[in-house]
């Protein structure tokens, strides 16, 4: 077994066990609702991508995480080392928790490098993946606003996660043009990057 495959083989299995263990963690000592946090689902299915070698899946995943966790990293980073918050968005790492939340919470900062080398083993086989993308946010979207609580505010769909109010009145427009705006562009984006492309013949034309 080569590098490669004991790389995916590895990752791929990592993160479906993490994923799990979140989706555990949630209903045992959060709360049920909890488990329609995207994040859970994006480890789980780019985990599943990962394993079993399909590109498809593993873009579709990246696209809905790559700015959000950046964007995440980003503040989190900040926080830790100059000790102030930049947007508060991952204060609640610095609160008293348990360690198994903690360790699900730090993969935010280790899935995007772990997914783009793995893009780079994989390869895109079709550029369509932003479908897949779409559909998932606009589900999850309504599974959070009907089975989850406002104060909770899963997945940032009853108000913004950062500390100013975007555009109150129209909120929900705001997010579905925020959420596929950002899919687009991260399709867009690793698209063009040769070294995740397989054979410009082979892709499957959306």
Not at 27 to 49: A, E, K, P
Not at 87 to 116: D, E, K, M
Request: one cysteine or more.
């Amino acid at each position: 077994m080569n590098f490669k495959d004991i790389f995916l083989n590895f990752f791929g299995t990592f993160y479906i066990l993490v994923s799990l263990l979140a989706f555990y963690n949630s209903i045992t000592n959060i709360g049920w609702s909890f488990v329609l946090w995207l994040s859970y689902t994006i480890f789980f299915l780019i985990g599943l991508g990962i394993l079993f070698r399909n590109s498809y899946l593993l873009g579709s995943q990246f696209n809905i995480a790559f700015i959000p966790y950046i964007l995440w990293s980003i503040d989190f980073l900040y926080l830790l080392v100059f000790r102030k918050n930049l947007w508060g968005i991952s204060t609640y790492v610095f609160t008293t928790r348990s360690f198994l939340s903690q360790f699900i919470t730090v993969q935010h900062l280790f899935i995007i490098p772990i997914a783009f080398i793995s893009l780079y083993f994989i390869k895109f086989k079709r550029k369509d993946f932003w479908i897949l993308s779409l559909a998932q946010v606009v589900v999850f979207f309504i599974l959070t606003r009907l089975f989850s609580d406002p104060s909770t505010n899963i997945n940032c769909v009853f108000k913004s996660c950062l500390p100013f109010d975007i555009v109150p009145n129209y909120y929900i427009l705001v997010w579905f043009i925020s959420a596929a705006a950002m899919i687009l562009l991260v399709n867009l984006f690793l698209l063009k990057i040769r070294a995740f492309n397989a054979r410009r013949r082979n892709l499957i034309p959306s």
